[in-house]
């Protein structure tokens, strides 16, 4: 298994959209569920920090996310620049196998 993990804050007004975007069901899980490989996506809210969030992607593989960053890369971006307006900050705490 490959797992990528990243690390947001989220301004107050932005929680509710942030929330629906990131989401197991929202377009990033959506855009990832078009690639073989694809397991799925966990959103962890922090029960001490407002606004503080976690989002854990699990793969298959490293070789089956690469594939869908090169075969979904457009779209990958356009999501990221149109879903970047909802944090304030946006962290990768890396990518890990298991």
């Not at 797992?3 to 975007?21: H, K, L, T």
């Not at 073989?36 to 298959?60: C, F, M, N, Q, S």
Request: glycine content about 10%; some cysteine.
């Amino acid at each position: 298994m490959f797992i990528v993990i990243w690390q947001f804050e989220i301004a107050e007004e932005n929680v509710p959209a942030f929330e629906a975007a990131y989401g197991p069901e929202g377009p990033w899980a959506q855009l990832f569920r078009g690639s073989p490989g694809y397991i799925g996506t966990e959103l962890l809210k922090d029960t001490h920090v407002p606004g503080a969030y976690v989002t854990i992607d699990r793969w298959e593989s490293e070789e089956k996310f690469r594939a869908f960053r090169k075969n979904y890369d457009a779209a990958y971006e356009e999501l990221d620049r149109t879903c970047g307006e909802l944090t304030s900050r946006e962290t990768r705490i890396g990518a890990y196998t298991g």
